[in-house]
């Protein structure tokens, strides 16, 4: 089986995050008033073949924790949806 | 009211994306095999204060359309949740 996979790769709270504050301050002298916490991360889609859910997730989370993250200063979030096969 | 937002900017299809081929064509020799379609984008988490849903996405949309995408070849997906009011 196939699964689409969204990781969303964030900075932890608390790392600093020059290109989100650089956007925030921008933000009120372009009009938007009211933006605040801005923090800009990464997302990686790709797919996975994989017998099922667990093990894309399995596969996933070592991917995540291996190459796609800096787990020092870096969170990831998983999303996975199974695709439906073409027959 | 202040809502979550989280907006998902990605490159449109057919748009080359080297940094998602040179993770695609890396991955194998690194033990993962069947993982395919590898797209890199960014993500962009932020507050917003608005009066209510409908105008955040407003102001949100605006602020994706202006600046926070290139248009001509990204697409963005943005999500809004609500925060819960602190009392």
Known sequence: MTFEVLVNVSLRPGIADPQGA???????????????HVRVGKSIA??????????????VEDLCHRFL?????????ISIAAVAPVD
Do not use: C, K, Y
């Open 22 to 36: 650089t956007i925030e301050r921008a933000l009120p002298a372009l009009g938007f008033a009211g933006v605040g």
């Open 69 to 77: 993250t800096n787990p020092v200063i870096e969170d990831s979030s």
């Open 46 to 59: 790709f797919t996975v073949d994989a017998d099922d859910e667990a093990a894309a997730r399995s596969t």
